[in-house]
């Protein structure tokens, strides 16, 4: 006797969405678990309708655009997700616009936050990278045949020149690249302050306190 219970293809089960996220947990369920996208269309017309955005207008502009044909093979983000989505997609100027918001969602999918300098030492470094050495044995700096012209005379008295060789360098973690990497961090830690005080009204899901370290460099010094 077979112990395989079968499938009742049409019994339907129940979503449960979660009860309690951090926000950047929000963050993956929305744009990780719920595949939702953000588009930066005005009408809605790419993903849902957007936060701000009065569907009479949406109606009026979509009538002066013609017929709209809707639907398509998948299923939608929940409801949830698509409210946190369309407040990513909207965040202030002040907060970092349109920029921050692609950098949130890229983040997001990636499970990372952003660099703040962690492990970044000053150094000197060849600006257009390493090559191996013309015996394959040890990576030497790329160099160019562009410099000034120099002349000798060798062992048989003949006049030779040659184009000196150089090979042009950049220093890394200087103090103006760490504080440009600090502040992009804060600048994307401040979003999430945003949109958690925005998204603890608008979900049903509670949005916790719990925030990522603001200055991470300070506990590490």
Sequence with gaps: MS???????????????????SIEQALQWTFVNECAGIDFDQ?????????????????????????????????????DAQI?????????????????????????????????????RMACVPAEGFEMDERDLFLMGKVREDGSVWHWTDERYRKRQRRGEFCSV????????????RQNYQGWVKALIYLQAHLSRALCIQITDE??????WEASA
Aim: net charge positive; with cysteine; hydrophobic share 40%.
């Design 43 to 79: 009408f809605g017309a790419c993903e849902f309708d957007r936060v701000g955005i009065d569907p009479l207008w949406r109606a009026a502009k979509m009538k002066i655009l013609g017929t709209m044909v809707q639907g398509g093979g998948s299923n939608p983000p929940a409801h």
């Design 3 to 21: 112990m395989i219970r079968p499938i009742n293809m049409g019994q339907r089960v129940p979503y449960r969405a979660p009860e309690r996220l």
């Design 84 to 120: 946190i989505a369309s407040y990513v997609e909207t965040l202030p100027d002040e907060f970092g616009g349109r920029r921050m918001a692609l950098q949130v969602v890229e983040l997001t999918r990636a499970r990372k936050a952003p660099e703040w300098g962690q492990g970044v």
């Design 211 to 216: 925030l990522p370290d603001f200055s991470p």
């Design 170 to 181: 950049t220093y890394t973690g200087t103090a103006a690249s760490i504080s440009a990497t």
